[in-house]
Nanobody
Framework: QVQLVESGGGLVQTVGSLRLSCAAS????????VGWFRQGPGKEREVVAT????????YYADSVKGRFTISRENAQNTVYLQMNSLKPEDTAVYYC?????????????????WGQGTQVTVSS
């Protein structure tokens, strides 16, 4: 089992940047695929990016390609989401999620472990 804690959210202006962190407990975090998801007001939870347990495979939603970068430091039990060129439509609660797997999934229902979320607000 793994516990996840997100941090790094906040209020930023359009075209600004933020870096989210997802800190995990557990000695086998390197065996978990991780995803970042978000849920905006009145919207369903959607995938933002995912990363395989080695970091060698990543996936990005079309809406964030070229602007967001997911990475991980297994020695630090941490996954990051660097968000650049932020837009008001990126405003949401951002969650990290983990699955004991070598394969990543874009469907949030495939992830059993979730953090509490961190709010990102982008003002125009």
């Amino acid at each position: 089992q793994v516990q996840l804690v997100e941090s790094g959210g906040g209020l930023v202006q359009t075209v600004g940047s933020l870096r989210l962190s997802c800190a995990a407990s557990g000695r086998t975090f390197s065996s978990y695929a991780v995803g970042w998801f978000r849920q905006g007001p009145g919207k369903e939870r959607e995938v933002v990016a995912t990363i395989s347990w080695t970091g060698g495979s990543t996936y990005y939603a079309d809406s964030v390609k070229g602007r967001f970068t997911i990475s991980r430091e297994n020695a630090q039990n941490t996954v990051y989401l660097q968000m650049n060129s932020l837009k008001p439509e990126d405003t949401a609660v951002y969650y990290c999620a983990a699955r004991f797997s070598s394969i990543t999934y874009s469907n949030p229902s495939q992830y059993p472990y979730w953090g509490q979320g961190t709010q990102v607000t982008v003002s125009s």
